[in-house]
Protein backbone atom coordinates (compact mmCIF):
# COMPACT_ATOMS: atom_id res chain seq x y z
CA UNK A 1 0.00 0.00 0.00
CA UNK A 2 1.60 3.50 -0.90
CA UNK A 3 1.92 5.88 1.54
CA UNK A 4 -0.43 8.65 1.25
CA UNK A 5 0.47 11.84 -0.51
CA UNK A 6 1.40 15.19 1.00
CA UNK A 7 -1.93 16.54 -0.24
CA UNK A 8 -4.18 14.21 1.51
CA UNK A 9 -2.26 14.50 5.15
CA UNK A 10 -3.24 18.23 5.03
CA UNK A 11 -6.66 17.57 4.42
CA UNK A 12 -6.67 14.81 7.03
CA UNK A 13 -4.79 16.22 9.47
CA UNK A 14 -5.99 20.23 9.07
CA UNK A 15 -8.83 19.31 8.56
CA UNK A 16 -9.37 17.35 12.07
CA UNK A 17 -7.65 20.57 13.62
CA UNK A 18 -9.85 23.23 12.44
CA UNK A 19 -12.99 20.90 13.05
CA UNK A 20 -12.38 21.06 16.39
CA UNK A 21 -10.81 24.12 16.93
CA UNK A 22 -13.89 25.41 15.49
CA UNK A 23 -15.66 23.44 17.96
CA UNK A 24 -13.83 24.37 20.75
CA UNK A 25 -13.62 28.00 19.51
CA UNK A 26 -18.10 28.15 20.15
CA UNK A 27 -17.08 27.68 24.05
CA UNK A 28 -15.13 30.81 24.30
CA UNK A 29 -16.74 33.38 21.52
CA UNK A 30 -19.27 33.48 18.71
CA UNK A 31 -16.53 34.69 16.36
CA UNK A 32 -17.30 34.31 12.23
CA UNK A 33 -13.67 32.19 12.20
CA UNK A 34 -15.21 29.05 14.33
CA UNK A 35 -17.47 28.74 11.72
CA UNK A 36 -14.85 29.13 9.21
CA UNK A 37 -13.01 26.34 10.78
CA UNK A 38 -15.84 24.20 11.34
CA UNK A 39 -16.85 24.02 7.65
CA UNK A 40 -13.24 23.96 6.29
CA UNK A 41 -12.74 21.44 8.41
CA UNK A 42 -15.53 19.23 7.59
CA UNK A 43 -14.94 19.87 3.93
CA UNK A 44 -11.05 19.01 4.76
CA UNK A 45 -12.15 15.52 6.39
CA UNK A 46 -15.14 15.19 3.53
CA UNK A 47 -12.83 15.07 0.16
CA UNK A 48 -9.69 13.96 2.12
CA UNK A 49 -10.14 10.75 0.08
CA UNK A 50 -11.80 12.15 -3.21
CA UNK A 51 -10.21 15.33 -4.31
CA UNK A 52 -7.25 16.35 -1.45
CA UNK A 53 -5.19 18.22 -3.59
CA UNK A 54 -7.81 20.46 -4.80
CA UNK A 55 -8.87 21.17 -1.46
CA UNK A 56 -5.42 22.24 -0.77
CA UNK A 57 -4.87 24.57 -3.18
CA UNK A 58 -8.07 26.28 -2.15
CA UNK A 59 -7.32 26.08 1.66
CA UNK A 60 -3.88 27.16 1.17
CA UNK A 61 -4.93 30.31 -0.83
CA UNK A 62 -8.35 30.93 1.61
CA UNK A 63 -6.14 31.06 4.76
CA UNK A 64 -2.76 32.95 3.29
CA UNK A 65 -5.00 35.40 2.15
CA UNK A 66 -6.83 35.62 5.84
CA UNK A 67 -3.63 36.09 7.47
CA UNK A 68 -2.38 38.73 4.88
CA UNK A 69 -5.88 40.68 5.01
CA UNK A 70 -5.88 40.20 9.04
CA UNK A 71 -2.65 40.11 10.18
CA UNK A 72 -4.04 40.32 14.46
CA UNK A 73 -3.23 37.53 16.91
CA UNK A 74 -4.45 34.57 14.47
CA UNK A 75 -2.46 35.92 11.86
CA UNK A 76 0.16 32.94 12.56
CA UNK A 77 -2.10 30.16 12.21
CA UNK A 78 -3.67 31.21 9.50
CA UNK A 79 -0.36 31.65 7.75
CA UNK A 80 0.89 28.55 8.49
CA UNK A 81 -2.31 26.33 7.55
CA UNK A 82 -2.18 28.61 4.01
CA UNK A 83 1.16 28.05 3.34
CA UNK A 84 1.51 24.09 4.38
CA UNK A 85 -1.35 23.96 1.85
CA UNK A 86 0.36 25.29 -0.90
CA UNK A 87 3.14 23.22 0.11
CA UNK A 88 1.20 20.35 0.06
CA UNK A 89 -0.71 21.15 -3.26
CA UNK A 90 3.01 21.92 -4.98
CA UNK A 91 4.43 18.77 -3.10
CA UNK A 92 1.73 16.30 -4.74
CA UNK A 93 1.80 15.02 -8.00
CA UNK A 94 -1.33 15.34 -10.36
CA UNK A 95 -1.53 11.45 -11.43
CA UNK A 96 -4.34 12.86 -14.04
CA UNK A 97 -1.88 15.17 -15.90
CA UNK A 98 -0.84 14.04 -19.50
CA UNK A 99 -2.95 11.22 -19.45
CA UNK A 100 -6.25 10.36 -22.19
CA UNK A 101 -8.14 8.25 -20.36
CA UNK A 102 -8.44 8.83 -16.49
CA UNK A 103 -8.75 4.90 -16.18
CA UNK A 104 -5.18 3.64 -17.17
CA UNK A 105 -3.02 6.35 -14.95
CA UNK A 106 0.39 6.35 -16.53
CA UNK A 107 0.21 4.50 -19.08
CA UNK A 108 -0.11 5.29 -22.79
CA UNK A 109 -3.14 6.38 -24.23
CA UNK A 110 -4.89 3.25 -26.36
CA UNK A 111 -4.22 3.25 -29.93
CA UNK A 112 -7.30 2.71 -32.42
CA UNK A 113 -7.74 -0.41 -34.19
CA UNK A 114 -7.62 -0.16 -37.97
CA UNK A 115 -9.63 -2.87 -38.48
CA UNK A 116 -12.75 -1.71 -40.56
CA UNK A 117 -16.05 -3.02 -39.15
CA UNK A 118 -18.00 -5.77 -40.68
CA UNK A 119 -20.90 -3.59 -42.80
CA UNK A 120 -17.44 -1.30 -44.01
CA UNK A 121 -15.71 -4.31 -45.05
CA UNK A 122 -18.47 -5.43 -46.81
CA UNK A 123 -19.19 -2.27 -48.72
CA UNK A 124 -15.45 -2.06 -49.54
CA UNK A 125 -15.53 -5.78 -51.45
CA UNK A 126 -18.68 -4.85 -53.54
CA UNK A 127 -16.97 -1.95 -55.00
Not at 5 to 20: D, E, K, N, Q, Y
Not at 27 to 39: E, K, P
Amino acid sequence: MAPPSPARLFATLVGAILFVAGIVGFFHDLSWFNYLYVASGAIGLLVAGIAPRPYALCAGAIYTALAVVDFSSRGWPHLAVGLLGLAAFAATHNQFRGSKSTNRVGKEPRKRSRRLKPRAQAAAKGS
